[in-house]
């Protein structure tokens, strides 16, 4: 009746994760103290508005983390994949989530309670490092976000999130472009830049008829990098 | 010693239902929250990341999508399945203003380590070894 887990020096993410620096007896430690659990698509982590229990590392699959507005909408302020840690900014200030984590496809994720983190975090610099490292970059990101929304318009914020989604989630197909390989609605896409979905498909259809990306069924693929990079504005 | 699977046939729902002494022992070790929102606290065949100790409010234990059984206040679930990393054969909900007390792994090692009080540890010891592997 006992649960497979995967060991973290045997979890396919672990050269990305926060526990990365770690020898084998201390991630023994965590790995036997962790709670590893699938979650079915659709299946929340953790609820906005509940109190925060520990940390969360993904180990496979990509995670959203989503906000539910006054008027009952969704926007996507991130989404997490494996190497990733989730609730650790509710964690660390004690307050409760302030957004939602849900399974974007089934998803391995591995579980610390706060106690077990904190005294990690206390024995162990290098896990202290990579979570400030992680945090960094969600902040880093959140700034870019907040003055792309003030600066760019959303043919621009668009090429940026293709960008974005490239780095995250690119990989190379065959004739040399950039697959994304990740299944987002067009519902979704819209919410991460903040517009409306018809206004969203619509940039989508100039991308395509000017030879920017192309569609293989649910993904997206970049053809002209150099060309989105000119109409994002960015230096990724 | 029974095994698990004994357990669940012998108890239908695994579940413990404690005494108002042994709940105020466990509110003095561990934090009391208020859900104000509708959650899953976990879904069928998944580990709970903590126990659940029910105060007041609703919590309901699911199956293919039918309400199967609904906790009382002092029923502990999740305790057994966290400490042996086994899957709880429900899904749990909770709704909106229920107040329950969680307990992570490491206060429940602290607890079966006498950490606290010795009469908790051993009540969490027998609920723990109720079942084998």
């Given at each position: 009746m006992k649960k497979n887990k995967t060991a973290c020096e045997n979890c396919e993410s672990r050269m990305s994760?926060?526990?990365?620096?770690?020898d084998s007896a201390e991630l023994s430690n965590i790995s036997e103290h962790k709670v590893t659990n699938v979650y079915k698509k659709?299946?929340?982590?953790f609820v906005q508005g509940n109190h925060p229990y520990g940390l969360y590392c993904v180990s496979r699959g990509n995670i959203k983390v989503s906000k539910v507005g006054a008027d009952g909408k969704e926007s996507i302020v991130r989404i997490v994949k494996g190497g990733d840690v989730i609730g650790h900014r509710s964690l660390f200030t004690d307050?409760?989530?302030t957004a939602t984590a849900t399974a974007m496809e089934d998803s391995t994720v591995c579980f610390l309670d706060k106690k077990f983190i904190m005294k990690a975090i206390q024995e162990m610099p290098s896990v202290a490092m990579n979570i400030i490292e992680k945090l960094s970059r969600d902040m880093g990101a959140a700034e870019n976000k907040v003055s792309s929304f003030h600066q760019k318009n959303v043919r621009e914020r668009l090429a940026e999130l293709l960008l974005l989604l490239k780095e995250s989630h690119g990989e190379e197909t065959e004739d040399g472009h950039i697959k994304i390989n990740i299944k987002l609605t067009r519902e979704e896409m819209a919410t991460m830049i903040g517009t409306a979905n018809e206004t969203l498909i619509r940039f989508i259809s100039e991308f395509k008829d000017e030879g920017l990306i192309e569609q293989d069924g649910k993904f997206i693929i970049i053809k002209d990098e150099d060309e989105l990079m000119n109409w994002a504005d960015a230096n990724y | 010693m029974i095994r698990y699977d004994e357990f669940m046939k012998k108890n239908q729902y695994p579940i413990t239902s404690l005494d108002s002494e042994l709940i105020e022992k466990i509110k003095s070790v561990a934090p009391i929250h208020r859900y104000t929102v509708s959650t899953d606290l976990f879904y069928e065949g998944q580990t709970p990341v903590v126990a659940f100790l029910l105060l007041n409010g609703h919590v309901q234990l699911v199956k293919n999508k039918k309400v199967r059984k609904v906790l009382n206040t002092g029923d502990l679930i999740g305790l057994r399945e966290l400490i042996h990393h086994i899957p709880f054969p429900l899904s749990a909900q909770v709704l909106p203003n229920t107040d329950m007390v969680f307990l992570d792994k490491s206060t429940i090692l602290e607890i079966l380590d006498v950490v606290h009080d010795p009469e908790l540890s051993d009540v969490f010891k027998e609920i723990i070894h109720e079942e084998a592997v």
């Amino acid at each position: 009746m006992k649960k497979n887990k995967t060991a973290c020096e045997n979890c396919e993410s672990r050269m990305s994760g926060v526990f990365c620096d770690l020898d084998s007896a201390e991630l023994s430690n965590i790995s036997e103290h962790k709670v590893t659990n699938v979650y079915k698509k659709g299946q929340n982590l953790f609820v906005q508005g509940n109190h925060p229990y520990g940390l969360y590392c993904v180990s496979r699959g990509n995670i959203k983390v989503s906000k539910v507005g006054a008027d009952g909408k969704e926007s996507i302020v991130r989404i997490v994949k494996g190497g990733d840690v989730i609730g650790h900014r509710s964690l660390f200030t004690d307050q409760n989530y302030t957004a939602t984590a849900t399974a974007m496809e089934d998803s391995t994720v591995c579980f610390l309670d706060k106690k077990f983190i904190m005294k990690a975090i206390q024995e162990m610099p290098s896990v202290a490092m990579n979570i400030i490292e992680k945090l960094s970059r969600d902040m880093g990101a959140a700034e870019n976000k907040v003055s792309s929304f003030h600066q760019k318009n959303v043919r621009e914020r668009l090429a940026e999130l293709l960008l974005l989604l490239k780095e995250s989630h690119g990989e190379e197909t065959e004739d040399g472009h950039i697959k994304i390989n990740i299944k987002l609605t067009r519902e979704e896409m819209a919410t991460m830049i903040g517009t409306a979905n018809e206004t969203l498909i619509r940039f989508i259809s100039e991308f395509k008829d000017e030879g920017l990306i192309e569609q293989d069924g649910k993904f997206i693929i970049i053809k002209d990098e150099d060309e989105l990079m000119n109409w994002a504005d960015a230096n990724y | 010693m029974i095994r698990y699977d004994e357990f669940m046939k012998k108890n239908q729902y695994p579940i413990t239902s404690l005494d108002s002494e042994l709940i105020e022992k466990i509110k003095s070790v561990a934090p009391i929250h208020r859900y104000t929102v509708s959650t899953d606290l976990f879904y069928e065949g998944q580990t709970p990341v903590v126990a659940f100790l029910l105060l007041n409010g609703h919590v309901q234990l699911v199956k293919n999508k039918k309400v199967r059984k609904v906790l009382n206040t002092g029923d502990l679930i999740g305790l057994r399945e966290l400490i042996h990393h086994i899957p709880f054969p429900l899904s749990a909900q909770v709704l909106p203003n229920t107040d329950m007390v969680f307990l992570d792994k490491s206060t429940i090692l602290e607890i079966l380590d006498v950490v606290h009080d010795p009469e908790l540890s051993d009540v969490f010891k027998e609920i723990i070894h109720e079942e084998a592997v």
